[in-house]
Nanobody, 116 residues
Framework: QLQLVESGGGLVQAGGSLRLSCAASGRTFRRYAWFRQAPGMERNLVAHIDLNAGTTRYADSVKGRCTIARDNAKDTVSLQMTALKPEDTAVYYC???????????WGQGTQVTVAS
C-alpha cells in the first residue's frame, strides 16, 4: 500500500524555523505538495513541486519563508519553513500524485505549533 509519512513537526517560537520531511514508501511521485489545515479552516496548499519540470510554487502567505525541495540522498521531499508566525500553526499534510488528473495520496499529517 502506498504511504506518505511526514516528520519534523513540533512546537517552535515565532521567528523560528522547522523542516518537515515527507517520505513515500514504495515509489517516487512526480508531484509533491504540502498542505496545511488550521482548526476550523479549510485545507490549503502551502507549496508544490514538480520534480520532472523542476518547478515550484507557493502560497502567497509563505512566499519567501518556505522552500520545498527534493532530498535525493534521503529520498524525501522537504518543506523548510523560516520566520514562522503564529498564523502558521496548523496540521501540515504531505500529498503526492503523478498526474494532475489523479487524486492526491495523503500523509497522516504533522502538527506545527508556533508560539507567540
Amino acid at each position: 500500500q502506498l504511504q506518505l509519512v511526514e516528520s519534523g513537526g513540533g512546537l517552535v517560537q515565532a521567528g523560528g524555523s522547522l523542516r518537515l520531511s515527507c517520505a513515500a514508501s514504495g515509489r517516487t511521485f512526480r508531484r509533491y505538495a504540502w498542505f496545511r489545515q488550521a482548526p476550523g479552516m479549510e485545507r490549503n496548499l502551502v507549496a508544490h513541486i514538480d520534480l520532472n519540470a523542476g518547478t515550484t510554487r507557493y502560497a502567497d502567505s509563505v512566499k519567501g519563508r518556505c522552500t520545498i525541495a527534493r532530498d535525493n540522498a534521503k529520498d524525501t521531499v522537504s518543506l523548510q519553513m523560516t520566520a514562522l508566525k503564529p498564523e502558521d500553526t496548523a496540521v501540515y499534510y504531505c500529498a503526492a500524485r503523478n498526474d494532475v488528473t489523479l487524486p492526491y495520496t495523503w500523509g497522516q499529517g504533522t502538527q506545527v505549533t508556533v508560539a507567540s
